[in-house]
């Protein structure tokens, strides 16, 4: 396999509005998403998501793709991953109750090497739960959501920048892995204005469809190449092929043994986690000579920055990790840090979610303290500090 580098592309003009914007993450984040080559989107309307797609329907007639209006989540799912298979690349944005619905087509999606992405912009639950509030209770669903063995990428923006720039991130890594993307972005940064800067097209790369090269009748769509992805080929273009979310052979043909099933599913794993520390992106500052980390995404990030500047000017020795590639967890960074820090403080929006992965990583090593919130608000940074200095005691 070349080297993925090699194979960036600039980004096509019609889709990029390069310039300073003052916008917020959700209208960041389509404009990321149409930079990157999406040309169709499927939803559902659902705060406080709904802003993503209503200006991508506003604006793909000027850039050349669809947006369909479905009738429900499930639709919109299964819509974006034949969209793919068509050619197109495809997302859908939900939030609480809707990314429920997209369980089963997140595992479709990964089960059929389907290169897509799912936006979900974080709201309070369970259930309908606070629909217009922040909340970051959907990270282990992102993870283990859909049934049975996968793995998933999943980043998680912490601000309007970052929901432009991590979105291209997102189709990028999809097509590369052909795998679903989780962008796990939270009402609060969705609904931020901010600050974007969009730049020129040639400066915008993008990874391109792994096409195959095979004449009409050699292809396989699961043959993989040596870093385990398989090229693609799409519907129309002479290809005889099957695609099936049963447990199929290279062929695409259904395969219903142990063997098949064990070959299948670990090469389905393997493909992410042989990448694990290439995919990891993390904001590390301070580590050097720290007591204690405070280990925070999304929303969180920023009241922790506060946190973490009011412990250092009381002469705490703090650290900082903030994550953006959240899954696959990046253990081998925790796990590094752990050998040299006293405990780990993660504060989230939720009641424990992500503090589990530090725990398993850090491997009794450090103290991992969690800060639960259970949404509706941000943390208070001063609850945050006590933390911190609980966890220096």
């Not at 793709?65 to 991953?81: H, N, P, R, Y």
């Not at 389907?114 to 979900?120: E, L, M, Q």
């Not at 699961?222 to 099957?242: I, K, N």
């Not at 796990?335 to 850090?362: C, D, M, T, Y």
């Amino acid at each position: 396999m070349e080297n993925p580098t090699n194979l960036l592309r600039p980004a096509d003009p019609k889709g990029v509005l390069t310039g300073t914007h003052f916008m917020d993450g959700d209208h960041a984040c389509c404009e990321g998403a149409l930079a990157a080559g999406a040309r169709f989107a499927a939803g559902y309307p659902i705060t406080p998501s709904t802003e993503v797609v209503e200006r991508f329907a506003a604006r793909i007639p000027k850039v050349g793709g669809t947006f369909i209006q479905m009738e429900d989540e499930l639709a919109a799912s299964i819509a974006i991953v034949g969209a793919v298979w068509g050619g197109a690349k495809a997302f859908t944005v939900t939030s609480g109750p809707g990314f429920s619905l997209m369980m089963e087509h997140v595992g479709y999606a990964a089960m059929t090497e389907t290169p897509c992405v799912f936006v979900d912009v974080q709201r309070g639950g369970p259930s309908t739960g606070l629909p217009t509030l922040p909340a970051q209770g959907d990270m282990m669903q992102a993870r283990w959501g859909s049934h049975g063995d996968y793995e998933i990428i999943a980043l998680c923006p912490n601000s309007p920048q970052e929901c432009f720039d991590l979105t291209i991130r997102a189709f990028n890594l999809a097509e590369q892995y052909r795998t679903p993307v989780m962008f796990m972005m939270d009402e609060c940064v969705g609904h931020m204005t901010e600050k974007v800067v969009i730049p020129p097209a040639e400066e915008i790369l993008v990874y391109p469809r792994r096409r195959t090269t095979a004449r009409p009748g050699d292809y396989l769509p699961y043959q993989p190449d040596e870093d385990l992805v398989p090229a693609m080929a799409h519907a129309g273009e002479g290809h005889r092929f099957h695609i099936t979310g049963l447990t199929h052979d290279e062929r695409g043909y259904p395969a219903m043994n142990p063997e098949a099933q064990d070959k299948l599913v670990r090469r389905l794993q393997a493909k992410i986690r042989n990448a694990a520390e290439e995919l990891a992106s993390y904001e590390e500052q301070d580590t050097e000579g720290a007591e204690v980390v405070v280990v925070s995404y999304g929303i969180t990030s920023r009241v922790a920055q506060r946190a973490i500047e009011l412990a250092r000017k009381k002469g705490l020795p703090v650290g900082k990790l903030r994550l953006i590639t959240v899954w696959p967890f990046p253990e081998f960074k925790i796990r590094e840090l752990a050998s040299r820090i006293k405990a780990f403080v993660v504060p989230e929006l939720n009641l424990g979610q992500i503090v589990r992965e530090v725990e398993r990583a850090a491997r009794g090593a450090a103290k991992v303290v969690g800060v639960p919130h259970a949404g509706g608000t941000v943390h208070r940074p001063e609850v945050i500090l006590k933390a911190i200095e609980e966890a220096i005691r």
